[in-house]
């Protein structure tokens, strides 16, 4: 072989080595994404005995593989960049500056997540519960790290940010049986 078909192959290599350690980057993040949401599932379904804590992690589930799942992303868009001989360190101090600023403008954001936080771990109200706040009545039908959405018996959906949930009644349920 001539040292030209040497030094192309040579090339390939080099080429194909980022690309197939990006898949195999890639396909680890989806096998970790698969195996963090069956055990989040099967953890939080084993110890959902009793009707509250069942209801309860109803709503626990979606929103930690959602912070599964981005950490598993983010974990591999890093390992990607790191692959491809880009430096994190700035990246990554520069998300921690934006960061910074982002969280000084977004304080009624962060009011609503820690009041979502709030809300599901003292387990003051579930999906199914029929709550008033101020003047709506509805059941609720998601609650999010940011907001509650209720359903009104006229079929609107209100969207209430949860650091604005300080007061509401709660009936529980809408059927079956009671807590």
Known sequence: MSADRWAALHDAVRWLDPVGTI???LIGAGVALRLSV???RRTLRAHAGRLMDEIRWQTWEPLM????RFVVYFTAFIMILQRLNVDVTAILASAGVVGVAVGLG???MVRDVLAGIALLSEGLIHVGDVITYETHTGTVERI???TTQIRTSSGEVWTIPNGRLEVFGNR???????R
């Open 144 to 146: 999010g790290m940011r």
């Open 106 to 108: 977004a304080q009624h």
């Open 172 to 178: 529980g349920p809408q059927s079956g049986p009671q």
């Open 38 to 40: 069956v055990l989040i």
């Open 23 to 25: 898949a195999l980057i």
């Open 65 to 68: 593989e959602r912070a599964v």
